[in-house]
């Protein structure tokens, strides 16, 4: 079989529509969109002849860390046609979609990591639905100085507002700014739009609660949250017991969270079953750029040399020099350095979900520990957060 890589166009649309149902599913009578691919993507194919056998996207997004809006390839819709795969057809694909992205770092959410791993991202977070039985939120305590009330189109911009102060206190969260978010579909996406307000400062919103009501009105109906996002712990009662309300038709609700989250700390039970999961992975493009773009204490100084051995893909291969100053860091290349972390280990530091210690104990870093607490420091601060799923 010869084959040939190239990106994909308007005209691809319905062999990329084919080849996407057959990896997940979907509905074959889909119309084309006006605009394919959508501005902010990038698509790539491969093909046998002017047949598809696999593709890829990247979209062009920014991640929250350490308060700072990280430009984020996001990678998605990664399908092989069930007769080629195993056939090493991905691999050109990520070349080709990696080379072309100006971001420092890449995410994706993968169904088989393995696959992805020899490409050299690793497992840093995962995007968790989960249940709590209606009838337990009924028992929340009720909300001091915060009502609710239904969201309307002038509260978009607090709505946003409220997702852009939690998510830049975490570590991951997309921005959900840029061509790819429509924040006019706040309103219009879900059954309903609540809004956490200040009962004495002027209706000023503290949180946001979007959900599906579902079907049926009985304890098998299921109440669906796609976001539920409190600036403070009143708002969070206030929204819990909004949902509460519906116990008598509802037996439960299923809630997109990650990592800890703190909206649990207001519940007066411990249930919280996760029923559905999607693993998050990472990559680092561009060692420099990422490095340089985080931010820390200013009380934190120190110089760190370091080195990433291993990129199948070979672009992050090398010795760095990190300045850490002023609260800025600063990367650059450097001279040889002893401490060598794997592209998955690197990964893993950068998005501070893994100690130095337990790099090690995986086979992900290797060299001096003389530096471990510092890099522990320097970047495991903060919650890691996805909640967006692409």
């Keep these: 079989m010869h084959t040939t890589n190239r990106r994909l166009a308007r005209d691809d649309w319905h062999e990329a529509l084919r080849l996407g149902i057959e990896g997940f599913g979907g509905d074959r009578s889909r119309s084309q ?25 990247g979209n062009s997004y920014h991640s929250w860390f350490d308060g700072v809006e990280v430009p984020t390839l996001g990678v998605c819709g990664v399908t092989v046609e069930a007769e080629q795969r195993g056939r090493g057809l991905l691999a050109p694909l990520f070349h080709e979609l990696l080379a072309e992205s100006d971001a420092p770092i890449s995410t994706l959410y993968p169904t088989a990591p393995g696959i992805y791993r020899g490409f050299g991202y690793e497992l840093v977070g995962t995007l968790r639905t989960i249940e709590v039985p209606t009838a337990h939120l009924t028992a929340v305590r009720p909300a001091t100085g915060v009502t609710t009330r239904r969201a309307t189109e002038a509260d978009i911009p607090a709505i946003v507002a409220c997702y852009t102060r939690w998510a830049a206190d975490q570590n991951g969260p997309l921005t959900r700014t840029g061509p790819l978010f429509d924040h006019q579909e706040i309103l219009t996406s879900s059954t309903g739009a609540t809004v956490a307000v200040d009962a004495d400062a002027d209706d000023r919103v503290l949180g946001f609660l979007l959900w599906q009501r579902g079907n049926g009105y009985d304890q098998s109906s299921t109440i669906t949250v796609d976001d539920l996002v409190p600036d403070t712990a009143e708002a969070a009662r206030a929204l819990w017991r909004v949902l509460g309300s519906f116990a008598s038709v509802a037996g439960q609700v299923r809630v997109t969270t990650s990592g800890d989250d703190g909206i649990r ?5 411990v249930a919280w079953r996760e029923v ?10 561009d060692v420099p750029q990422a490095f340089s773009l985080r931010r820390t204490s200013p009380a934190v100084r120190a110089d760190l040399a370091f080195a990433v051995r291993g990129d199948r893909l070979g672009s992050t291969d090398g010795d760095y020099a990190l300045r850490v100053a002023d609260g800025g860091l600063t990367c650059t290349p450097g001279s040889a350095s002893d401490r060598v972390y794997t592209p998955a280990g690197i990964a893993l530091a950068y998005a501070g979900v893994q100690s130095s210690a337990n790099l090690r104990r995986a086979g992900l870093l290797t060299g001096p520990t003389t530096d471990d607490v510092t890099w522990d420091l320097l970047l495991g601060g903060r919650s890691f957060h996805v909640r967006d799923h692409f």
Excluded at 52 to 57: G, H
Aim: proline share 10%; glycine share 10%.
């Design 33 to 57: 969109p006006d605009v394919w691919p959508a501005k902010g993507q990038s698509c790539w194919g491969t093909f046998d002849g002017d047949r598809m056998v696999a593709r890829l996207a």
């Design 276 to 285: 559905g999961t999607h693993p998050y992975m990472l990559r680092i493009l």
């Design 265 to 269: 700390l207001v519940l007066p039970t």
